[in-house]
T-cell receptor
């Protein structure tokens, strides 16, 4: 079975500061990992995904994430936060042996001007 | 433009009433999913369908029902057996019939509230 843990349900950063959102996964087989972003009252949009190619994955809006197998982590980062980054972020996992995507509980990012 | 359309955006349910949430996609995707979103709990899978005329229960299927008679449509019925239906409901689809490395495409959601 697969699962995802997102540490920190709320994260606040100052505009221009580093954004770090944490995601740890559990999987008995090689995982596929995703980060999605959700703006208020909207559906989720894909930021980036890891599918066993390069361990450092670059996504949209300047976000990137690094797959670390030894730490079972897939943390999301952005060097400089922008006001428009304020949203809910979800980490998700799937595998080629399963039928489902498993989502974390989400991290709400607040950007302070 | 291709995408997923959910309707209505807001829905109110009276005690003992069944309500149906609509989800339509024109992406020609095989798989479709229904998720329930509650504050602090993330997305929980209600039902999913990998192909027309077939669907499977997710983690919280009790009190819900679905049908998949057409590839583009996957309506969700919230029955009176669902005692706590107030939530934000999200429909999604993916190209493949299995949840592999394909991304999910999401609709804009339906907020269901109890009167």
């Amino acid at each position: 079975a697969q699962s995802v843990t997102q540490l920190g349900s709320h994260v606040s950063v100052s505009e221009g500061a580093l954004v770090l959102l944490r995601c740890n996964y559990s999987s008995s087989v090689p995982p596929y990992l995703f980060w999605y972003v959700q703006y208020p009252n909207q559906g989720l949009q894909l930021l980036l995904k890891y599918t066993s190619a390069a361990t450092l994955v670059k996504g949209i809006n300047g976000f990137e994430a690094e797959f670390k197998k030894s730490e079972t982590s897939f943390h999301l980062t952005k060097p400089s936060a922008h006001m428009s980054d304020a949203a809910e972020y979800f980490c998700a996992v799937s595998t080629n042996t399963g039928n489902q995507f498993y989502f974390g509980t989400g991290t709400s990012l607040t950007v302070i001007p | 433009d291709g995408g997923i359309t959910q309707s209505p955006k807001y829905l109110f349910r009276k005690e003992g009433q069944n309500v149906t949430l609509s989800c339509e996609q024109n992406l020609n995707h095989d798989a479709m999913y229904w998720y329930r979103q509650d504050p602090g709990q993330g997305l929980r899978l209600i039902y999913y369908s990998q192909i027309v005329n077939d669907f499977q229960k997710g983690d919280i299927a009790e009190g819900y029902s679905v049908s998949r008679e057409k590839k583009e449509s996957f309506p969700l019925t919230v029955t009176s057996a669902q005692k706590n239906p107030t939530a934000f409901y999200l429909c999604a689809s993916s190209k493949e019939g299995r949840a592999t490395n394909e991304k999910l495409f999401f609709g804009s959601g339906t907020q269901l509230s109890v009167l």
